[in-house]
């Protein structure tokens, strides 16, 4: 074995750092996902049926802010509720009545 091939090469380990970087943001990210989620079923379950029908309103609109496709499933899936339900909120006469 040459001396050159025993001493770690430059890029591999920059490689290996890059990766492990990644993989540390990557958990990171699904924690505050997990308590993101957390939070807004519990805004959800405090609030009453008007205040339900605006708070979904209010997240639907900020997720097809980012990205207009499948807005109301990934409001869905935060609040645990079925896309059905995502559509009776937003189209419900208690959110119509109160100014939307």
Known sequence: MTKRNAVTDPL??????????????TAEIQVMKAQQKG???????????????????KLVEIEA????RGAQSRVADMLDLSEGRISQLLTSEKNRKNGR
Not at 13 to 23: A, G, H, K, V
């Open 12 to 25: 591999e380990n920059m490689m290996s750092i890059m990766l492990e970087s990644f993989r540390a943001t």
């Open 39 to 57: 939070q807004a079923i519990a805004i959800y379950n405090g609030m009453t049926g008007g205040g339900k029908s605006r708070y979904v309103s």
């Open 65 to 68: 802010a980012q990205e207009p």
